[in-house]
C-alpha cells in the first residue's frame, strides 16, 4: 500500500515592524513592496498548490490581498515565525509547511525543492525539519556574529547552531568545511506544534536562534546544501542591492 500524497504548503511569515529597516517588507521593490515580490517568487517555483501570507499587520494584510494573494491574520503577538506559522496552521490538514522569510524576494525552485525532497524521501518519518546550509569560504563571515553557523553529524543532521565559529578552530590545517545555516525551513506539522507548546530553554535564550528549541527538545533537523544566494533585506544597503539587482 503506497502512503498517501503529502500535502505541503508554503507560508510566508511577515511582520511590519522591523529594527534596522522599519516597515522593510513594504518598502517599494521595482515597482511592488518586497512582501510581493517574495510572494511571487515563491508562487512561481510551482511547487506548491497553496502559498500564505501570515501576517499582524492590517498594512500588509491589505496589500496581499489588492495583489490577489492569500493571507491570514495572526491572532496573537509572537516572537518568532515559527510560533506564527503554527498558530496559522493548528487547524489546518497539512503535513509539511515550508517556510520561505518574507524579506526573499528573489527565491527560486533549487533550495525549496530539495527540502521538500527531504520528506518524500522519508518514509519512516524520522525527520522533523529540514533546512539550508552553505559552505564558508571567509574568515570574516565564520567569525561574524550574524551568520550562524551550523555543524552536522555524517548523515546531515544538525548537531548545533551557532553565532560564534564552530567548531572552533584551534587548528586550522585539518580541512575543515564551515557552513553558513541559511533560514529557510519545512516543518512537519507535528514537529512545528510541538515547539509551539514547548517552552524556550536555555540555549535558544543565550544564543537568540530559536532552531536550538527544536534540537533541545530531541527533534530531528536535516540540513541539504544549497547553491543558492538570494539577497536577505535587512539594511537600507540591502534594498539598494535588491534594487540594482532585480533592475539588471
Known amino acids: 500500500m503506497k502512503n498517501k500524497p503529502l ?5 510566508i511569515p511577515a511582520r511590519y515592524d522591523s529594527t534596522r529597516l522599519p516597515g522593510k517588507l513594504m518598502k517599494d521593490l521595482a515597482g ?27 498594512i500588509i494584510q491589505e496589500e496581499v490581498l489588492k495583489y490577489g494573494g492569500q493571507v491570514m491574520m495572526s491572532k496573537k503577538q509572537h516572537e518568532c515565525g515559527s510560533d506564527r506559522i503554527a498558530e496559522a496552521v493548528e487547524f489546518m490538514d497539512v503535513d509539511v509547511v515550508v517556510n520561505v522569510q518574507g524579506d526573499e524576494p528573489f527565491m527560486v525552485e533549487e533550495p525549496l525543492k530539495k527540502l521538500i525532497e527531504v520528506f518524500l ?45 564552530i567548531p572552533f578552530p584551534r587548528d586550522k590545517e585539518t580541512g575543515v568545511t564551515y557552513y553558513k545555516h541559511i533560514g529557510v525551513y519545512a516543518f512537519r506539522k507535528r514537529a512545528l506544534m510541538d515547539f509551539y507548546s514547548m517552552p524556550m530553554r536555555s540555549l535558544e535564550a543565550t544564543e537568540k536562534l530559536e532552531n536550538l528549541r527544536y534540537l533541545e527538545y530531541g527533534k530531528k533537523i536535516k540540513l541539504v546544501e544549497t547553491d543558492f544566494k538570494g539577497i536577505g533585506i535587512d539594511t537600507a544597503e540591502d534594498l539598494a542591492k535588491a534594487q540594482k539587482y532585480f533592475l539588471a
Not at 508562487?43 to 506548491?48: A, H, P, Q, R, V
Open 32 to 58: 511592488k513592496p518586497v512582501i510581493i515580490r517574495t510572494l511571487e517568487a515563491t508562487i512561481k517555483t510551482g511547487l506548491f498548490k497553496e502559498v500564505y501570507v501570515v501576517t499582524d499587520s492590517n
Open 7 to 11: 500535502n505541503i504548503i508554503a507560508m
Open 121 to 165: 524521501n522519508d518514509t519512516e518519518e524520522k525527520i522533523d525539519l529540514a533546512s539550508l546550509k552553505q559552505k564558508l569560504l571567509d574568515w570574516e563571515d565564520i567569525n561574524n556574529p550574524n551568520v550562524v553557523k551550523v555543524v552536522t553529524d555524517y548523515q546531515g543532521f544538525a548537531m548545533y547552531f551557532s553565532r560564534s565559529p
